[in-house]
């Protein structure tokens, strides 16, 4: 197999978090008396990290003001810290798939644009911190996916050259990280993409979970 490593998105990838998400913003728009937004908003506002989902749910006509934004943020992250994880459910796959990958030997990690408080707390909750050798969570480097920073100081610390590296999500977000970081990219169809369907076109492969996503990357080969 060409790859040396694998780098993982998690919320929408290895793990439906929609729940967790959705009831600490209910929470959070429940202290700080604003309109409620419907799971299906949530889903379609996650994607870029935990600012822009709280300033997503407070905007209506016009954005918060940075004051209202950043008392969003701290409610938020203090519902969040104690539901993350209770209503999370892991993807059809995950498990198997994530087997299968360190049984190949492969340097595995996580990307992802949580920030680091709730990600290593959801990876343990979850049973599942002991399969990655590398977590980058959004407040890990200066910028987030779509950057390809968070990728490329994933691979320098397996010691793995960009092309080396394969990227598994479930975004636009992720691909675009993927590519500008010189790695191919994979996509499960299953996620949240900012409420738009993924497209296959713009992704090296659409594999139905992570299993698959393995399998394919076994005969995978570059144009």
């Known amino acids: 197999m060409r790859f040396q490593s694998v780098t993982f ?5 290895l793990l439906d978090t929609i ?6 913003c209910r929470l959070m728009l429940d202290e700080i008396g604003a309109p409620q937004r419907t799971p299906a908003e ?30 969003a943020i701290e409610s938020f992250k ?7 994880g ?13 087997k299968a990958w360190q049984a190949s030997g492969a340097k595995m990690g996580v990307v992802t644009n949580k920030p680091g408080m709730f990600t290593e707390a959801l990876l343990d909750r979850m049973g599942m911190s002991d ?5 980058v969570s959004g407040d890990t480097t200066a910028h987030k996916k779509p950057h390809p920073e968070p990728i490329l100081h994933a691979c320098r610390l397996f010691g793995v050259r960009p092309d080396r590296n394969l990227h ?21 169809p299953y996620g949240y993409n900012e409420g738009k369907p993924v497209d296959s076109a ?22």
């Open 168 to 188: 598994i999500g479930d975004s636009e977000n992720d691909i675009h990280a993927a590519h500008a970081a010189g790695c191919p990219a994979f996509c499960v």
């Open 19 to 24: 729940a967790d998400l959705a009831e600490a």
């Open 42 to 71: 949530v889903h379609s506002f996650v994607g870029k990290g935990m600012a822009v989902l709280v300033e997503r749910c407070l905007t209506h006509d016009k954005p918060p003001t940075a004051e209202a934004l950043q008392a």
């Open 202 to 223: 713009d992704c090296d492969a659409l594999v139905s979970d992570l299993l698959a996503a393995y399998q394919q990357a076994l005969t995978f080969k570059t144009s």
């Open 131 to 135: 399969f990655f050798d590398v977590i």
């Open 86 to 98: 209770r209503f999370t459910l892991v993807y059809p796959g995950v498990l198997d798939g994530l």
């Open 78 to 84: 203090r519902h969040y810290t104690e539901v993350n």
């Open 9 to 13: 998105d998690l919320d929408g990838t």
